[in-house]
């Protein structure tokens, strides 16, 4: 009598699942991962989970209880992340204590810094602005397509960022 082969197609589907929200990074808490743990959270000098206040976040139109650790963008390490979402829109911000270098993208500037412009669809729109110390922050938006329209999303992330500009290191 053959098996039939769904419990374990479910059972890898399961494993592969927890794999990749493991892999994320993302805690509910948006603190760091404890000293002595493993994670892919890299430890930086200004860490946008620990530093944003939940006033700007506010401001700039998230619900700063959504906050959530975001590694997902430096999968080489060298970045801290965090996220905020309002449900059709989430924002990330990330900060290395490295310059990131050059990326191939648009010159722009935000709150009179100069800045990069860089996007990887019609949803997305990231802002690279250098940091005093000599590192990066990056800002991006992603919108649903689903979502109500909002504005494109490099408006939005230029009206984040403008919020969010005077507690960037």
């Not at 374990?8 to 509910?28: K, S």
């Not at 620990?50 to 590694?71: H, K, N, Q, V, Y």
């Not at 080489?76 to 050059?102: F, M, Q, Y």
């Amino acid at each position: 009598m053959r098996r039939s082969p769904r419990p374990a197609l479910a059972a890898a589907l399961l494993a592969a699942a927890a794999l990749v929200l493991t892999a994320c990074g993302a805690d509910d808490s948006g603190a760091p991962a404890p000293a002595g743990t493993t994670s892919a959270r890299a430890a930086v000098a200004w860490d946008p989970c620990l530093a944003l206040p939940a006033e700007l976040i506010r401001a700039a139109g998230f619900d700063p209880a959504s906050r959530r650790a975001d590694t997902a963008q430096s999968p080489a390490g060298g970045w801290a992340g965090c996220g905020w979402s309002d449900g059709t829109t989430a924002l990330r911000v990330h900060a290395a204590d490295e310059p990131a270098g050059d990326l191939p993208g648009t010159p722009d500037t935000v709150a009179g810094e100069p800045a990069t412009r860089f996007t990887e669809g019609a949803f997305d729109c990231t802002l690279q602005l250098p940091a005093a110390s000599g590192g990066a922050v990056r800002l991006r938006i992603d919108t649903r397509p689903s979502g109500p329209e909002l504005g494109a999303p490099c408006e939005l992330a230029h009206r984040a960022a403008a919020v969010l500009a005077p507690a960037l290191p």
